[in-house]
């Protein structure tokens, strides 16, 4: 395992009285995300966003991102590799030196339909032996697990789960709470968990 990967957890509560400073600091298409949501719960997620960039990749200015055929942002610079999820009061930034995809999700109940509709026939087998608790944590799992390599490849939802050989793929699943991590990249990497800074530097 040659590469590694940095996953930082942002709790967005703990940067609620520090809104007014960081608008000020982030790049400004996070700004302007943090302008057009209505729900508290949404700027938060995207001044958040912002600030991970600006802290750990020194993203301050809109034209040091660029982006893909399906939005997905990436470094101009391709000096490193980056990827971002967030689900309620949680914004996870990875950072690598080869291409990755990130998804976190607090944990949700088991959607029988869901299930049926877009998820693997192994899939469904191994969920369908689970109850109750331990079968919200596997859905929560496999969804995040598939959502990771959806974004690694760059491409969008509608494209489904059914034709990707997630197998091909190294994921890392992480537990933080109740919320659910993955990781996944093309070849093994070694993952690291860390808390993000809530005192930024000035760049």
């Not at 400004?28 to 990749?57: I, N, T, W």
């Not at 399906?70 to 949680?90: C, G, Q, T, V």
């Not at 992480?174 to 530097?201: D, F, K, L, N």
Request: proline share 3%; hydrophobic share 35%.
């Amino acid at each position: 395992m040659g590469e590694k990967v940095k996953i930082i957890i942002a709790s967005v509560q703990e940067f609620k009285q520090n809104i007014p400073d960081l608008l000020s600091q982030i790049a400004p298409c996070y700004a302007a995300k943090y302008e057009k949501h209505k729900r508290m719960q949404d700027k938060l997620q995207e001044v958040v966003s912002g600030y991970l960039l600006r802290q750990y990749l020194g993203v301050v200015r809109d034209e040091q991102l660029t982006y893909n055929e399906y939005n997905k942002p990436m470094l101009a610079s391709k000096e490193k590799y980056f990827n971002l999820s967030h689900s309620r009061d949680y914004v996870v930034l990875g950072i690598a030196d080869c291409e990755l995809g990130v998804d976190v999700e607090r944990l949700r109940k088991c959607h029988e339909a869901t299930v049926k509709k877009v998820f693997r026939p192994e899939h469904q087998t191994e969920l369908s032996v689970l109850t109750g608790n331990f079968k919200d944590q596997k859905f929560t799992e496999i969804w995040t697990m598939y959502e990771s390599v959806l974004k690694l490849r760059g491409i969008g939802f509608s494209h489904g789960w059914g034709n990707i050989p997630v197998e091909s793929y190294y994921v890392k699943s992480i537990i933080e709470g109740e919320y659910y991590i993955s990781c996944a990249t093309e070849e093994p990497v070694q993952v690291e968990v860390e808390r993000a800074e809530t005192e930024y530097r000035y760049i």
